[in-house]
């Protein structure tokens, strides 16, 4: 059984105790979202793609990366630094993640970053969820969303719901599943084979060019230093997501520059 299989399996468990009256008519409540994609344009440093900041404290491929982070500091560090966006992992089990940091960085922190709830996202449910807890933006991942229909489906509802979603690919037949979809604003492009783990940025050097002009391009996984976002960006993507190189650093404040551009472009801090 893969990875992914396994985390499906949990996650459709987790949905199935999720109360979907309750949180439908809650996110009806909740604050409108922040326009996520404007707002990661704003911050961007000069022509330097974005930097999507992530937080989490373990993965499945790589096990503990920082379980003793405190996920709420390192946020303003992220703030603080350059990051234009900032991805919260709220999967417990497989990445120790929670809801509850995102929710008190939208509102306990009130932090000014538009916020990125980053799930394995397989029902309608969750989107409300996200909703109610802060979420400016989600994560729709089309490996694990392989009924066209219901992907498309729950585009139209995080849209519906004020949420820019995120559509992860892998792959080249991805790409064009992903691009009939009615309205998609932001396509991510994730250089880690889901079968293997193994991550080469030559994936979104290879997919970039097929993803058309207007719709907004992140980058993710395998990205660790300045020389990396300077590939990434002569594809002409418009972000890069990074989480790993972030939470396992001695220096997340100067790494944080590193990868936003701060220190390329002689931002005062």
């Known amino acids: 059984m893969s990875i992914l299989t396994k985390i499906l399996a949990k996650k459709h468990a987790e949905v199935e ?8 008519s809650a996110a009806k409540d909740s604050p409108s979202p922040r326009d996520f994609l404007a707002l990661l344009q704003q911050r961007r440093i000069g022509q330097q793609p974005g930097l999507i900041a ?21 946020a303003e560090i992220y703030a603080a630094n350059g990051a234009a966006a900032i991805s919260v992992l709220t999967d417990r089990t497989f990445f120790q993640g929670s809801l509850e940091t995102l929710r008190k960085l939208r509102y306990e922190h009130q932090i000014e970053l538009p916020l990125l ?13 996200a909703r109610v807890n802060g979420a400016d933006a989600a994560l729709l991942i089309a490996a694990a969303l392989t009924d066209d229909l219901y992907l498309r489906d729950l585009h139209a509802l995080a849209l519906e719901l004020g949420l820019t979603p995120l559509v992860e690919i892998h792959n080249r037949s991805e790409v064009d599943r992903v691009l009939t979809i009615p309205g998609l604003k932001m396509v991510g492009i994730n250089n880690r084979n889901l079968d293997t783990f193994n991550v080469s940025l030559e994936t979104t050097e290879a997919l970039r060019p097929l993803i058309p002009a207007g719709i907004a391009v992140v980058a993710e996984s395998g990205i660790f230093h ?18 790993e190189a972030l939470v396992t650093t001695p220096d997340i404040a100067g790494r944080v520059r590193e990868l936003s551009g701060y220190e390329t472009e002689g931002v005062t801090l």
Do not use: H, M
């Not at 105790?17 to 309750?22: F, P, S, T």
């Open 226 to 243: 300045a020389a990396d976002v300077r590939r990434l960006e002569q594809c002409g993507i418009d972000a890069v997501l990074v989480g």
């Open 117 to 129: 709830r980053k799930d394995f996202i397989i029902d309608e449910t969750q989107l409300y969820e």
């Open 54 to 74: 992530e937080l989490k404290r373990a993965s499945p491929s790589k096990g503990l990366l920082a379980p003793n982070l405190d996920l709420l500091d390192a």
């Open 17 to 24: 105790e999720l109360d979907a009256a309750v949180l439908r």
